[in-house]
């Protein structure tokens, strides 16, 4: 059930189940329990079954917020690059950014199976657009190092630390993953 036409308070349910869930779920992992999901929301469990009869339901709903961020962060990459801003500063943010979120995303996107893939799809060739152009765009800025590919930055972002790896070895990881991809002024490889 999507938010258009509903009452102000049941869109503000709706979207305080979708929150609590998704909270509790990068938590607790897709096992959590939907009383619990309701209590978290504050609102009844038939509050929660009549936006979301199935597990399944909440657990789309969750994911399609999760790849509309995703789009909207793609987009404010292109504009501001477009823009002529730094490609070091997205690829810094973009590393950090990802490293933050890879638990919840990959929890997310196991959760969800075969339910988005096809949306799924649809962010990752956005996704590897965005690479390319923050990469180009960093060898014109001589931010990266020459030989830096998109595919080299996708295929680091795959080993992204695991969500039980403690916060400073993600920040660690995050600075060794910038020091291996950002160049000096030159733009030459180590």
Known sequence: M????????????????????RALIAAHGVDVGMDDIAREAGV???TLYR?????ADLIAAIVGERIEEMLADLDAVSARLDAGG?????????????AARAGEDRLLKAAAGDLVRTSLNDVEHRAVAALRQIVAAGHRQKALYRDVSADDVALILTLLPGEETPDPARRRWVQLV???????DAGEPP
């Open 2 to 21: 999507a938010d258009r036409g509903l009452r102000a308070d049941a869109a503000r349910n709706r979207t305080n189940i979708v929150h609590a869930a």
């Open 44 to 46: 009844a469990v038939g």
């Open 51 to 55: 936006h979301f009869p199935a597990k």
């Open 86 to 98: 730094s490609a070091r500063d997205e690829l810094v943010a973009l590393v950090t950014t990802v």
């Open 178 to 184: 910038l020091r291996s991809l950002l160049a000096d």
